[in-house]
């Protein structure tokens, strides 16, 4: 699939990390991940990731609720036709869990792309934001599922300060506390507003939740927006609104990103040949498959899988 086009996405202005910082956290991060991959540490919901080489090739994955803050090198990652980058200077969060294409744009071994991901989970966020935002929390300008924004010292200081609570004496009693720092920090951020949505059960991106869940559970069986609709208690017209808002697609186009992907796994680990694979994810008509196969990933399931496994595989984790 050809990268779309950059859209413009102005983030907001923060205070920038001291260099002597940044260093810190990527000497920790680079110890906790020793060689390429992503490492889940003993905090729960915290992982070290490393990669040492750019993406030759576009990777696809769902993206789970997570805040990522680079430590060196920098990516990418395209949701339905935007494009989001990121690197030391700015932290990227997704609200939502959401089919992504994803490159490394900066890494070589001397020099590898470092990053610290922290897992969000909806119930905490949905804690703090009463005490963080006690009247009310302020308007955004939209529901995105996707933030961009400047890092700020004080969240990679706490960081820094969690990674290296590991192996010390009462991390299972300290960690959540710098946890909560961290989700403080990230609420009080200029994305903060944002982020908070996934908390608050009136937003609209709580109600895309709810029907997103549901996709990516029964993504292979048959759907209609006003059922969806219904699981997120709005109207179809708003529905539709809404989740395109947050997923930067329709329900359709969502479904048949994880149908194709998940197919693709399928014939990757399972050795599924493309007629099995395709009736395992809900396509009735191979040919249809075959031709959604191509537009999406560049070339038909016959000639994609076998180049594919030639090639020296990568893993996504923006």
């Keep these: 699939m050809k990268p779309p086009d950059p859209i413009s996405r102005a983030s907001e202005e923060g205070i920038a990390p001291s260099a002597p910082d940044v260093a810190r956290l990527a000497r920790l991060i680079a110890a906790y991940a020793p060689h390429d991959g992503s490492?889940?540490?003993?905090?729960?919901?915290?992982?070290?990731?490393?990669?040492?080489?750019?993406?030759?090739?576009?990777?696809?994955?769902?993206?789970?609720?997570?805040?990522?803050?680079?430590?060196?090198?920098?990516?990418?990652?395209?949701?339905?036709?935007?494009?989001?980058?990121?690197?030391?200077?700015?932290?990227?969060?997704?609200?939502?869990?959401?089919?992504?294409?994803?490159?490394?744009?900066?890494?070589?071994?001397?020099?590898?792309?470092?990053?610290?991901?922290?897992?969000?989970?909806?119930?905490?966020?949905?804690?703090?934001?009463?005490?963080?935002?006690?009247?009310?929390?302020?308007?955004?300008?939209?529901?995105?599922?996707?933030?961009?924004?400047?890092?700020?010292?004080?969240?990679?200081?706490?960081?820094?300060?969690?990674?290296?609570?590991?192996?010390?004496?009462?991390?299972?009693?300290?960690?959540?506390?710098?946890?909560?720092?961290?989700?403080?920090?990230?609420?009080?951020?200029?994305?903060?507003?944002?982020?908070?949505?996934i908390g608050v059960a009136e937003s609209g991106v709580h109600g895309i939740t709810r029907a997103v869940s549901w996709l990516r559970a029964n993504f292979a069986q048959p759907m209609t927006v006003e059922a969806l609709a219904r699981l997120a208690h709005m109207s179809a017209s708003s529905f539709h609104q809404h989740f395109k808002v947050v997923t930067s697609m329709s329900p359709l186009q969502y479904q048949k990103v994880l149908r194709l992907q998940e197919a693709r796994r399928l014939m990757l680990s399972a050795m599924m040949d493309a007629g099995t694979a395709s009736r395992q994810v809900g396509y009735v008509s191979a040919s249809q498959f075959s031709r959604e196969y191509g537009r999406f990933f560049g070339n038909p399931p016959t000639k994609d899988i076998p180049r594919f496994r030639e090639a020296v595989g990568a893993v996504a984790d923006p």
């Design 39 to 197: 490492f889940e540490l003993r905090i729960p919901g915290v992982h070290a990731i490393r990669r040492s080489r750019p993406y030759s090739e576009l990777v696809h994955a769902v993206q789970h609720p997570a805040l990522c803050v680079v430590a060196h090198g920098a990516k990418r990652v395209m949701v339905g036709r935007e494009v989001y980058e990121y690197d030391a200077s700015r932290m990227i969060a997704f609200s939502v869990d959401l089919p992504v294409t994803a490159q490394i744009k900066r890494a070589t071994p001397a020099e590898p792309y470092l990053c610290f991901r922290l897992d969000l989970d909806r119930h905490k966020i949905a804690e703090l934001v009463l005490k963080v935002f006690p009247h009310g929390l302020p308007r955004v300008p939209d529901g995105r599922g996707v933030f961009v924004g400047r890092i700020e010292a004080t969240l990679v200081a706490a960081a820094v300060r969690l990674l290296e609570l590991i192996g010390q004496p009462g991390t299972e009693l300290l960690a959540p506390l710098v946890v909560d720092e961290i989700l403080i920090r990230l609420l009080l951020s200029p994305i903060g507003a944002r982020v908070a949505q």
